[in-house]
């Protein structure tokens, strides 16, 4: 197959606007037209290729606003290169991630995307692009996010955690802010009390609590509120909008649902993990619970609910993974007898739009809304939109193949992320991708990998297209 000319048959096809009977036609790498199955004008694209989607879901290509390929962290590095990570990504029917360079200490911005740049040319297999961490708000590093934003790096993460590493301070963050302000770029915040949290992970730790499930513990869901609150007060007096990464706790979806209760542009990501995992798997026997720490930290499993219901009110708008695997053999166990050495990720990049259309099957989300917080929210919220996120004509012919009905069991066993464990080993979810365009070019081709390192682009973004 070739990226000339693909049609597309018998889908249902699903944006999320629309649920429409409808065939496809790519041309040259895009959409070129909808029209109904058995139209005069669908029975006119004869030349090309067909895809039978007959009884299949037709949608979007995934993205996914937040992961960490190769990403240095607790003294070791994420498993996942750009190269696996996104050939990952492609089999769980995800053709865009947004990774996120980061500045190093003592360094620009520009170096620290200069460095992810080179991690990430010709190895990708669906396109990408970047987010960037500014870990130390400086004259110099505030000039060159207005520099970014020009170029397509259109956002940037701060950290309220991990003081000493990425950590910056209120005042940090309000002049980050300002800038952000006044050059179209959106703030995303990592939003726990890591000041507070480092007393009680040295309180636990004396306490001789140092299994895995204390992580959880000391990272307390007031201390997440609290954090969600005052980023959104600095972000309202900088006049900025904000963006909350990984919410898991309650209590910061309603901080997030009493801002926008007020009309403030501020908006709020959550993650698969935190819908479909709980407190109860970071407290798995021996050591197993390693494999679930990761910051913000799972939470009891009551937290998802307001999760579930926060992405059926538009509280919360977007699921992307924080993908930042490490394995449990040689990394996590860098945290044996000591829950703070554990590096906090989790893996999850191939896991997403399954989990989430589980979520569809268990009556959780509509279909369309599925689209709309996997595909097209993320889209819009980076500046990707129309290219990214829907079938329409001109957008990227970046298209999924998805059998709603195909049972799987994930298993690290079967799955392609760089990780030797799963953290849904023996979930049995409905629904499996079946084939993947990216750019009209097949990647997975009825579940066989027939994409290639360097076929995904950079993508530069535009702003977000939230704001008002
Ligand atoms: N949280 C994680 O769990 N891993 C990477 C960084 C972060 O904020
Ligand atoms: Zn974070
Ligand atoms: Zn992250």
């Known amino acids: 197959m070739t990226a000339t000319r693909t049609v597309i048959r018998g889908g249902l096809v699903i944006t999320a606007a629309d649920e429409m009977h409808a065939d496809v036609l790519i041309e040259g790498g895009r959409i070129a037209a909808l029209a109904a199955h058995d139209s005069e004008t669908a029975a006119g694209w004869t030349a090309g290729t067909v895809i039978d989607a007959t009884g299949k879901y037709v949608i979007p290509g995934g993205v996914d606003g937040h992961t960490h390929m190769e990403m240095p962290f607790g003294g070791t590095t994420a498993s996942d290169t750009f190269e696996t990570g996104t050939r990952a990504a492609a089999w769980g029917g995800t053709t865009t991630i947004v990774d996120f360079a980061i500045q190093g200490v003592g360094k620009s911005l520009r170096s620290g995307l200069d460095a992810w740049h080179a991690k990430a040319d010709a190895q990708c297999a669906v396109d990408y692009a970047f987010h960037m961490i500014v870990s130390d708000v400086n004259e110099h590093s505030l000039k060159e996010m207005d520099i970014l934003v020009e170029e397509g790096v259109t956002s940037f993460k701060m950290f309220m955690a991990y003081p000493g590493v990425f950590y910056s301070d209120d005042g940090q963050i309000l002049r980050a802010m300002q800038r952000a302000a006044g050059n179209g770029g959106l703030t995303m915040m990592h939003a726990e009390n890591g000041i507070a949290i480092d007393v009680l992970v040295q309180q636990a730790l004396e306490a001789g609590k140092t299994d895995p499930r204390y992580h959880g513990e000391v990272r307390h869901a007031l201390l997440e509120a609290e954090a969600t609150h005052r980023a959104i007060q600095l972000a309202r007096v900088a006049g900025a ?87 449990f053999t040689g990394q996590k166990d860098m945290g044996v007898g000591d829950f703070s050495k554990i590096p906090n990720g989790m893996p999850g990049v191939e896991n997403r739009m399954d989990l989430l259309h589980q979520g569809v099957v268990d009556g959780h989300i509509s279909r369309r809304r599925w689209i ?97």
């Open 241 to 327: 909008p904000l963006y909350i990464v990984h919410v898991s706790a309650q209590q910061a979806v309603a901080e997030l649902t009493a801002a926008r209760d007020l009309g403030l542009n501020v908006f709020g990501e959550t993650c698969p993990q935190y819908l479909f995992l709980s407190t109860d798997n970071l407290a798995e026997p021996g050591f197993e619970g390693a494999k679930y720490v990761c910051s913000t930290p799972l939470r009891p499993r009551e937290h998802q609910a307001a999760l579930w219901q926060g992405l059926r009110t538009n509280d919360l708008q977007v699921v992307s993974t924080d993908h930042c695997p490490f394995c």
């Open 372 to 468: 709309e917080i996997a595909c097209a929210t993320p889209a819009r919220m980076f500046g990707l939109y129309p290219r990214k996120g829907t079938i329409a004509p001109g957008a990227d012919a970046d298209v999924v193949i998805y059998d709603p009905h195909a049972e799987q069991v994930m298993s690290a066993e079967t799955h392609h992320m760089n990780v030797d464990y799963s953290a849904y080993e023996g979930k049995r979810t409905t629904g499996r991708v079946e084939t993947v365009l990216s750019r009209g070019v097949p990647v997975i081709e009825d579940r066989s990998y027939v994409g290639r390192a360097g076929h995904g682009q950079y993508t530069p973004r535009g702003i977000c297209q939230y704001l008002i």
